[in-house]
């Protein structure tokens, strides 16, 4: 038996909703399993800024510094879009990326017979699609310094800095990543153009000599976005930087059916953060129109990453996939006959899950 001691933080948007919705699934599983689970709510983003508290309370950053496990809902309001960066809801989530030391998101987008009929390519393109992204989270674009926007003379600046400590980590998290897969390993950058990424391939490089049983490719920020809608099964592991990693593991959502199908781990700090991919989506809250699946396959990355409990991963995984293939659905993912009103809501999405992993689990002898 195993003590799963989770921080849960709803946020904003349908953020509650879909984080309700995957602790159902997580306290089943738990139960099923025989395992104890602890869960805390904490504020973050505009939920926390409207009780007067900033984008990430003290409480709450405390509060998940001293779990093991990190479950985000959404972040993000329309309301705050004139705030100063620091009094915007990402800055939390920003920030407490940073507080708990993770450097390393991990996204994976796999497309099963189950997922086919919704990916937005062909079935004979999307079909094997198996590849997680290793997105490093740290550094890059969104943390560098000198940054600015001066309004009054119509110029702004972002800094691209990277240390060769900080790409070595990550590329090292990759090669192990990728040699417990099939291992191949695509690095992705813009050496032709960047002197900071030069610095990336050399130090890839450098760390593969390590890596003898894994073969790398290097490619190009542009050619992997359109491979990435060409040939998708061709990649296995894709490392990438802060930047180029959050736009390419969007674009794989695509070939997935649903930015609401992804989950995702932030990795390798005092605790591990996970969170499905999409946006609070304000304009469905209430609705029970939300995609709980992002939600609830992070909660499956969290199983397997920090408590160490594959098989009960596996058997949410393969509930999921078991509902999809049945052609159950939210609004978000288009019918397979064009008929929006076979769409289920939040709710009953989540009872088909539940349902499938009960099916799923062996009676007590």
Same mark, same amino acid.
């Given at each position: 038996?195993?003590?799963?001691?989770?921080?849960?933080?709803?946020?904003?948007?349908?953020?509650?909703?879909?984080?309700?919705?995957?602790? =159902?699934?997580?306290?089943?599983?738990?139960?099923?399993?025989?395992? =104890?689970?602890?869960?805390?709510?904490?504020?973050?983003?505009?939920?926390?800024?409207?009780?007067?508290?900033?984008?990430?309370?003290? #409480?709450?950053?405390?509060?998940?510094?001293?779990?093991? +496990?990190?479950?985000?809902?959404?972040?993000?309001?329309?309301?705050?879009?004139?705030?100063?960066?620091?009094?915007?809801?990402?800055?939390?989530?920003?920030?407490?990326?940073?507080?708990?030391?993770?450097?390393?998101?991990?996204?994976? *987008?796999?497309?099963?017979?189950?997922?086919?009929?919704?990916?937005?390519?062909? @079935? =004979?393109? *999307?079909?094997?699609?198996?590849?997680?992204?290793?997105?490093?989270? +740290?550094?890059?674009?969104?943390?560098?310094?000198?940054?600015?926007?001066?309004?009054?003379?119509?110029? @702004?600046?972002?800094?691209?800095?990277? $240390?060769?400590?900080?790409?070595?980590?990550?590329?090292?998290?990759?090669? =192990?990543?990728?040699?417990?897969?099939?291992?191949?390993?695509?690095?992705?950058?813009? @050496?032709?153009?960047? $002197?900071?990424?030069?610095?990336?391939?050399?130090?890839?490089?450098?760390?593969?000599?390590?890596?003898?049983?894994?073969?790398?490719?290097?490619?190009?920020?542009?050619?992997? +976005?359109?491979?990435?809608?060409?040939?998708?099964?061709?990649?296995?592991?894709?490392?990438?930087?802060?930047?180029?990693?959050?736009?390419?593991?969007?674009?794989?959502?695509?070939?997935?059916?649903?930015?609401?199908?992804?989950?995702?781990?932030?990795?390798?700090?005092?605790?591990?953060?996970? #969170?499905?991919?999409?946006?609070? *989506?304000?304009?469905?809250?209430?609705?029970?129109?939300?995609?709980?699946?992002?939600?609830?396959?992070?909660?499956?990355?969290?199983?397997?990453?920090?408590?160490?409990?594959?098989?009960?991963?596996?058997?949410?995984?393969?509930?999921?996939?078991?509902?999809?293939?049945?052609?159950?659905?939210?609004?978000?993912?288009?019918?397979?006959?064009?008929?929006?009103?076979?769409?289920?809501?939040?709710?009953?999405?989540?009872?088909?899950?539940?349902?499938?992993?009960?099916?799923?689990?062996?009676?007590? *002898?």
């Amino acid at each position: 038996m195993a003590r799963l001691d989770v921080a849960a933080l709803p946020g904003d948007g349908i953020g509650p909703e879909v984080t309700r919705a995957a602790l =159902e699934v997580l306290h089943l599983v738990a139960t099923v399993g025989g395992h =104890e689970l602890r869960v805390t709510e904490w504020p973050i983003g505009w939920a926390a800024i409207e009780a007067g508290r900033g984008p990430l309370p003290d #409480e709450t950053r405390d509060a998940c510094r001293a779990a093991p +496990a990190v479950l985000v809902g959404a972040v993000g309001d329309p309301r705050a879009g004139d705030r100063p960066l620091a009094e915007r809801p990402v800055t939390g989530l920003l920030a407490l990326r940073r507080a708990l030391g993770c450097f390393v998101n991990v996204r994976p *987008a796999r497309v099963s017979e189950g997922h086919l009929r919704f990916s937005a390519l062909r @079935a =004979e393109r *999307a079909r094997g699609v198996d590849l997680v992204f290793v997105r490093e989270l +740290a550094g890059g674009l969104y943390y560098g310094e000198p940054r600015a926007l001066d309004g009054a003379e119509g110029r @702004a600046w972002n800094t691209l800095r990277y $240390e060769a400590e900080e790409i070595e980590r990550i590329a090292r998290f990759a090669f =192990e990543t990728a040699r417990a897969r099939r291992g191949r390993l695509t690095s992705v950058d813009k @050496a032709n153009v960047l $002197e900071t990424f030069r610095l990336w391939r050399a130090t890839v490089d450098r760390v593969a000599t390590d890596f003898p049983d894994v073969e790398l490719e290097h490619m190009l920020i542009d050619r992997a +976005a359109m491979e990435l809608m060409v040939r998708p099964a061709q990649f296995d592991t894709v490392l990438t930087s802060n930047l180029l990693g959050d736009i390419l593991s969007d674009q794989a959502a695509g070939v997935v059916g649903s930015l609401g199908l992804l989950g995702s781990a932030s990795l390798g700090g005092e605790s591990d953060l996970y #969170e499905p991919v999409h946006g609070s *989506a304000p304009d469905l809250v209430g609705t029970d129109r939300a995609n709980p699946i992002g939600a609830i396959a992070s909660v499956a990355l969290m199983l397997r990453h920090t408590f160490d409990l594959v098989e009960e991963a596996a058997l949410i995984e393969r509930a999921i996939d078991a509902v999809l293939a049945a052609g159950h659905h939210t609004a978000d993912l288009s019918s397979p006959d064009g008929d929006p009103t076979q769409a289920l809501g939040t709710t009953a999405l989540t009872k088909r899950i539940l349902a499938r992993v009960r099916e799923a689990t062996p009676a007590p *002898a």
